[in-house]
């Protein structure tokens, strides 16, 4: 993949330039788009009735004054308005926020590491995958119930410092209202980063040997082949992980149910819960239509700059 | 020919015997009933209700889903989507009164008028089941969520004589408990679980009167008042008796605290005997529990139900009706009871299964002027959320009470 | 690699291959291997060892001790007799409908993300970015969110509350992380693979099936990993869904970890979820074979 570097423009662009290549072409083309139109179809049927109807129909219901079922009874914005006067709402925008940057971070920074340090024909290579992707394998409702016990200050490990001597260490990280979301960041980087390791993994594999020999031959270091050729190629799959590890973070809702219930209080409450609690424990759909609303229109709004710039980019290969 | 058509005409006569026989055998009234009780325990106290229902002729299917608020969910999904179950559980509350509204659900006044329900049940949930004038629910259980659960060791080491008889005395009790290195009071730390100890302290510090003027009647007034203040005050000084790992921790944990000796009291639900029995301790040994303080302590009404989705099929309708008698008959209710921890709904029954402090309950339950509604049943599920928000918000942070008590009343204005 | 060396070039090798095991730097990535490893192991450490427990030093709650008394009564409870409401018959009651519901979903799901990437990646017929641009938006929506839409949606098609309705709803709730996955995937792959293959007179799926299917193995086990723990560990879709005759092994294991009032049996609980994903983890390291290197490599050369 190094060395073809030639990004040659689609077809569509270059027929206009052979006008006999063009009239050959003009039925091979619309020959060719049909069939991947065709085997679109079940992605825009998906797209249509259930992503697209949804979305439009949360919306709707977010206009109305629903409670445990549709209704029309149309309130305009009142629900927005309720959300925003809501403080349960405003806090877990700032937590998610908070949680995302760090959550990303270290499981793109974990994961990359971890990759890189297995490809490097390990022994028990198999074993050592699999002790890094098992978390993600397990239920969070029970792991992360272990978590809250690790990481309660009188069952696990500030207890285990003070009964190791250390009796003036402190990890009550659980139970302080400005720490508490960085125990989720903890409990849910161990989840996540295998997978993030064999995304990255994916990507290692598909490198061509020829690189590293030629590196070799050359002379360069290794750390260097890493920094300056290796990690860039992964491209791709960063940006995998990366969407992966975004659409983690916004529906982040096992963990805090299972650690923190959202406490203590309302500290480590996070959006995907407020609408859980508001869809079914409290009835009222309308103001758990208009928070998805919100939250669905602050990804976009994150998201379209990157889509926008990709799709710039869209007659060279995408990176 | 002839043998042939005797033989015909015999096999026939045979055949339509048969089918007969097989018409006249009743089929088994089939039900579909989700629920979530899925413990040990709760699994024996719905096995009674299956027996009962299966020897009446009935066949149990059982839907158990975990966590009550999916299994309303599923619930509620399934009976959209066109396979409704045919009974459902909900809490004795407003969560099913939508429902209602939409026109999901089947009413039972058939078995409500023969077993002469109006006469047998508490007010409390008469209020809850009936709507518009039809009975829309079988009650099956009363659970009171405020009781206090203390270890007698602990509290015998602390030198504590009986059960505190006012809340300054219970406060004294815990300054004792505190004193002899023990937590004195067991809580996890869930929104949940704050919002019943306040609802315990609010019974017992404000009185029937003003709980009834705030949850039912929703009176501005009344939460601006100094004697709601006192309440808040109240609840809130108990913070001083929890330990520092209490927010998060499950409620069983909390119990377990107790079973061990590290704590000396928990307010908790009856339910919490079950855990109490897994540990093989005995009420009024190993520990002892008691509903309020003082002799005409309220008595906070909580329970179950299950309500009966619509449906036009006759077979159906008669599985939904032979179960609503079936639940709410004496043997079962006696039955259920002794498993879950919880009480009769109906006063008319046996009693000498149940254990002391479920006979307790029940000798309180015959004082009508006792009897407290759960905010549940007086508010909707969205109000009862946003109270619970304040109070942990309350209980969690610095906040004032004077704050505190403007956030009440903004969050009870709706 | 070349077998046939010198000698003194195989014994130098060998030598180098010495050195090369017990260098610095070797030493630096086993230690952070190793340390990372005791991190991601301590959970599992403290799950192992609750679910060998009595529940009576479970109580008493030192989490990183040895159990006093040792017993597998706990798993054999979470297999076969741990109460999951009327019924005490354990998780494996709903063990080949979990498997019923995996395979086809995993499969569907796989293949059509497969598809859609390589449509968008190679093909791009024009307007198909939009519909994968709100795909890739809907992958935010929390899915409880969906799920009300969906029940009118499969309720009107009948078929609702059965196998061939919860399999569509797991394909239609992985497709935007499978096409994204496939797509990124094939971005990677060089343009000029797929020019010479359309010269050489192949079509669209011919293309897809001889040539960029048998490149993707190792997107496809990361799609495998990622379709099989999700499907295999959801519940609600499963219990909404499914219908009563197709409820999934997860559906006993939230019935048996998730209780709200009822008394919570911790160690039957860790072994239930150890149980549980084991199938998970078994495909981990099954497909571990497939995390092979150098697959485009040939490719590009020739």
């Known amino acids: 993949m190094g060395t073809l570097k030639s990004h040659a423009l689609p077809p569509e662009m270059t027929a206009s ?48 004054n629903s409670r445990t079922f549709p209704s029309n009874d149309f309130v305009g914005f009142t629900q927005y308005v309720r959300l925003f006067h809501n403080d349960r709402w405003l806090v877990s925008l700032q937590h998610i926020a908070v949680y995302g940057v760090c959550f990303i971070v270290a499981c793109l920074v974990i994961g990359m590491l971890l990759a890189i340090f297995i490809d490097q024909r390990v022994m028990a290579e198999g074993v050592l995958r ?10 969070f409702v029970a792991t992360g119930l272990v978590w809250q016990w690790i990481l309660n200050p009188e069952l696990g490990a500030q207890s285990l410092l003070h009964k190791m001597g250390f009796t003036h260490a402190r990890f009550d990280w659980i139970v302080d209202q400005d720490f508490v979301i960085y125990t989720i960041v903890i409990a849910t980087v161990w989840q996540a980063s295998g997978l993030v390791m064999a995304v990255m993994l994916a990507g290692l594999r598909g490198i061509d040997d020829e690189l590293w020999k030629a590196a070799r031959i050359d002379g360069i270091p290794r750390w260097r082949v890493y920094m300056s050729i290796v990690i860039p190629m992964l491209g791709p799959s960063v940006s995998t992980a990366f969407v992966l590890l975004f659409v983690a973070v916004v529906k982040l809702f096992d963990a805090v149910v299972a650690m923190t219930q959202g406490g203590p209080g309302t500290a480590s409450e996070v959006p995907a819960k407020f609408i859980m609690d508001y869809l079914f424990g409290r009835a009222n759909i ?18 379209a700059p990157f889509l926008y710039a990709r799709s710039r980019s869209a007659s060279r290969k995408e990176v | 020919m002839n043998s042939r058509k005797q033989w015909a005409l015999k096999s026939g006569i045979a055949l339509a015997l048969a089918i007969t026989g097989v018409i006249a055998q009743a089929e088994p009234l089939k039900a579909n009933v989700i629920h979530w009780w899925t413990s040990g325990g709760e699994s024996a106290a719905i096995r009674q209700f299956a027996d009962a229902y299966n020897q009446a002729g009935g066949q149990w299917v059982d839907n158990a889903v975990a966590g009550a608020d999916q299994a309303r969910a599923t619930a509620i999904n399934r009976i959209v989507g066109g396979d409704p179950p045919t009974a459902a559980q909900f809490n004795t509350s407003k969560q099913f009164h939508d429902l209602i509204d939409q026109g999901l659900l089947n009413n039972v006044d058939t078995v409500a008028t023969k077993e002469n329900w109006a006469a047998i049940f508490p007010q409390s949930i008469l209020e809850s089941i009936k709507v518009n004038g039809h009975y829309y629910a079988a009650p099956v259980d009363i659970h009171m969520p405020a009781w206090f659960f203390y270890s007698k060791p602990v509290f015998a080491k602390a030198g504590i004589a ?36 306040f609802d315990a302290v609010f019974a017992d510090v404000g009185g029937p009167d003003l709980y009834l003027k705030v949850y039912r009647d929703r009176d501005q007034n009344a939460v601006k008042s100094d004697a709601f203040k006192k309440v808040l005050a109240s609840f809130k000084k108990l913070h001083d008796y929890v330990d520092a790992g209490s927010p998060g921790r499950n409620w069983n944990d909390a119990t377990a605290l107790v079973i061990s000796g590290k704590a000396g009291v928990q307010i908790m639900g009856d339910w919490a005997k079950g855990e109490f029995s897994a540990a093989k301790q005995a009420p009024g040994k190993d520990f002892g529990c008691f509903p309020g303080f003082g002799p005409r302590s309220p008595y906070l009404v909580a329970g179950d139900v299950f309500v009966f989705p619509k449906t036009d099929n006759a077979t159906a309708i008669k599985a939904q009706n032979l179960l609503a008698t079936v639940m709410t008959s004496p043997q079962a209710q006696v039955a259920f009871s002794a498993k879950k921890g919880s009480i009769p709904i109906r006063p008319d029954v046996d009693v000498n299964q149940l254990d002391i402090c479920a006979k307790e309950g029940i000798a309180i339950m015959k004082d009508k002027s006792r009897q407290l509604p759960n905010p549940e049943m007086l508010l909707s599920p969205d109000m009862q959320g946003a109270l619970t928000d304040v109070i942990t918000n309350f209980w969690n942070k610095n906040q004032s009470v004077d704050d505190a008590q403007k956030a009440f009343a903004s969050a009870l204005k709706g | 690699m070349n077998t046939t060396l010198e000698p003194s070039a195989r014994v130098s090798r060998q030598q180098h291959a010495r050195r090369k ?68 018959n354990g998780i494996r009651v709903g063990f080949w409908n979990s498997v019923r519901i995996v395979v086809p979903s995993t499969v569907f799901s796989i293949v059509i993300g497969a598809i859609n990437g390589y449509a968008l990646s190679f093909w791009r017929p024009r307007g198909a970015g939009v519909f994968f641009g709100v795909l890739l938006l809907g992958a935010f929506i929390p899915y409880q969110v969906m799920i009300y839409p969906m029940v009118r949606v499969l309720a009107s098609v009948h078929l609702f509350s059965s196998l061939p309705g919860i399999v569509i709803i797991h394909t239609i709730f992985g497709m935007p992380v499978m096409t994204l996955l496939f797509r990124n995937y094939y971005a990677g792959i060089p343009l000029e693979l797929f020019k010479a ?47 009563t005759r197709n409820l999934p092994m997860t559906v006993q294991l939230n019935n048996i970890i998730n209780t709200t009032t009822g008394e919570k049996i911790y160690n039957v609980n860790m072994a239930a979820t150890i149980l549980t994903s084991v199938v998970p983890l078994a495909v981990y390291f099954i497909s571990g074979r497939w995390f092979v290197r150098g697959i485009a490599s040939g490719a590009v050369k020739g």
Request: net charge positive.
């Open chain 3, 197 to 243: 293959a359309r010269i050489d007179g192949g079509g669209f799926w011919r293309i897809f099936f001889q040539l960029m299917l048998p490149m993707s193995l190792p997107i496809i086990v990361v799609a495998m990993i990622l379709q099989v723990t999700n499907i295999w560990n959801d519940y609600l879709l499963g219990l909404v869904f499914a219908g």
């Open chain 1, 17 to 64: 330039r052979r006008p006999v290549a063009a009239r050959r072409g003009r039925p091979l083309r619309k020959r060719w788009s049909l069939a991947a139109w065709v085997a679109l179809i079940p992605m825009m049927v998906t797209v249509v009735f259930a992503y697209l109807g949804t979305m439009l129909w949360t919306a709707r219901v977010s206009l109305s």
């Open chain 3, 21 to 88: 095991r017990f260098s610095p730097s070797r030493l630096g990535i086993y230690s952070f291997l190793i340390i990372a490893a005791l991190f991601f192991l301590l959970p599992l450490y403290v799950m192992l060892v609750t679910s060998v427990k009595p529940m009576d030093e479970i109580r008493l709650g030192n989490l990183l001790a040895l159990p006093a008394h040792f017993t597998l009564q706990p798993w054999s409870d979470a297999w076969q007799s741990a109460c999951t409401g009327l019924d005490c």
């Open chain 1, 130 to 139: 699999t002790v890094f992707l098992y978390p993600y394998a397990m239920s």
């Open chain 1, 286 to 303: 309308g103001l758990a239509s208009a928070a998805s609303i919100v939250l669905l229109a602050t990804v976009l709004a994150i998201l």
């Open chain 2, 162 to 197: 009986g059960d505190p008889k006012s809340f300054d005395e219970f406060v004294g009790d815990l300054d004792k408990l505190k004193k002899a290195g023990v937590i004195p009071l067991a809580l996890g730390g869930q929104p949940w679980q704050e919002k019943i100890t």
